[in-house]
Structure formats: C-alpha cells, structure tokens
Nanobody, 115 residues
C-alpha cells in the first residue's frame, strides 16, 4: 500500500510564491518518478513537473522559469516551489508517484491565485 500526503496549498496573490510538499509512505521500492499534475475547473489534468530517479526534470512550458521541482530521497518527499504565480495557475495540484510502472496519486491540494 502506497500513500501520498500533500501539503502547502492555499490562497496567494498574483506574483506570490507557494511551496508544495508530498511525502510518500508504504511499500516504496524503486521509485521511477515523482511529480505534480494539476487540474483547473473545467479542464483536463495536465502535467506540471516531473523528476525522475536520475534527477532529470521536465516542466510544462507554462511553468518553466517559475516553478522548480526537487526531491529528498531520504524522506521520499517531492517539492514544488512555485514563484511568480499567475491567476491561470489556479488549480487542484496532485502529487504523482511511479513505482515499478504503477502510478499513485495524492488527494490533491488547492492552489488559488487571486487578488
């Protein structure tokens, strides 16, 4: 059983920053990738950022230069530092974990960017 616990969402003004955290627990062996997806109201879920076992990263074009993904392997935790937030970043953010080709998802944390 794998569990993902997210934290760090909230309300922030445009131009502000937030940091999301996600800690994985349970039967975790050979993590292939961790990352973040988001889903805005009325839209499909989209990938925001991924960090793979070799520490390579990928970002959605819309967040490049503003968001940074990082990982603490000892804590099985992935972070998403979000800077220069825009109203269009408003969404539910979901933590993602791939272990041995199985995908796991967190419960989601709301990020709202509004003045």
């Amino acid at each position: 059983q794998v569990q993902l616990v997210e934290s760090g969402g909230g309300l922030v003004q445009p131009g502000g920053s937030l940091r999301l955290s996600c800690t994985a627990s349970g039967s975790i062996f050979s993590i292939n990738a961790m990352g973040w997806f988001r889903q805005a109201l009325g839209k499909q879920r989209e990938r925001v950022a991924i960090i793979r076992s070799g520490s390579s990263t990928n970002y959605a074009d819309s967040v490049k230069g503003r968001f940074t993904i990082s990982r603490d392997n000892a804590k099985n935790t992935v972070y998403l530092q979000m800077n220069s937030l825009k109203p269009e970043d408003t969404a539910v953010y979901y933590c993602y974990l791939n272990v041995r080709s199985f995908d796991y998802w967190g419960q989601g944390t709301q990020v709202t960017v509004s003045s």
